[in-house]
């Protein structure tokens, strides 16, 4: 038997909604990129703002929608694969920015025209740690936004949760006499 949450139709809604989160991410990381400033690097941030808004929508759109019983437990799940699918949307399309950007991603540039502004001791020689940096807070910051929103929603936006099915582990219930 197929779960739910598994669905066809379900995985097509983390595709569309994750690739919508991680569009909203990309705008202030091509941004950021663009200006070539270390002083603009608060807009890694506001993207993550941006792909909280667009897992917020989602969650709250299942609240509102017939899903599994609208089980708390399964728009948790839903919100936080439609996170991980839109992390992963984010993450290439950072990979594919920073390589039109930066197309000698490998080669040794100058610390002054990587990051103009920065700390001597932030600056590194190769624009590959500048993709670190992008990356972590790619999968570090979208991750902590889409799972703080997924479960503030799921669990304080659904009032009654008294009707909700139990969740099937798969496992038999042990009972003590």
Known sequence: ??????????????????????????IPVVLF????????????????????????????????????????????????????????IASLLVVVAMLFFNADLFSRVPADQLLPGAATQDRQNTP?????????????????????ISVIVSYAGKLDQTKDKPVDTGQEKVGFK
């Open 1 to 26: 038997m197929a779960k739910p949450v598994f669905d066809k139709r379900h995985i097509k809604e983390y595709l569309l909604f994750g690739s919508i989160g991680a569009i909203l991410y990309m």
């Open 33 to 88: 990129l663009y200006s070539n400033s270390y002083q603009h690097l608060y807009y890694l941030f506001i993207g993550c703002v941006l792909f909280m808004a667009a897992i917020f929508f989602y969650v709250y759109r299942l609240l509102y929608t017939r899903y599994d019983e609208k089980r708390a437990v399964s728009m948790l799940l839903a919100g936080h694969l439609a996170t991980l699918t839109g992390i992963i």
């Open 128 to 148: 590959v740690y500048l993709l670190l940096m992008i990356l972590s807070t790619t999968v570090i910051g979208n991750f902590a936004t889409g799972s703080f």
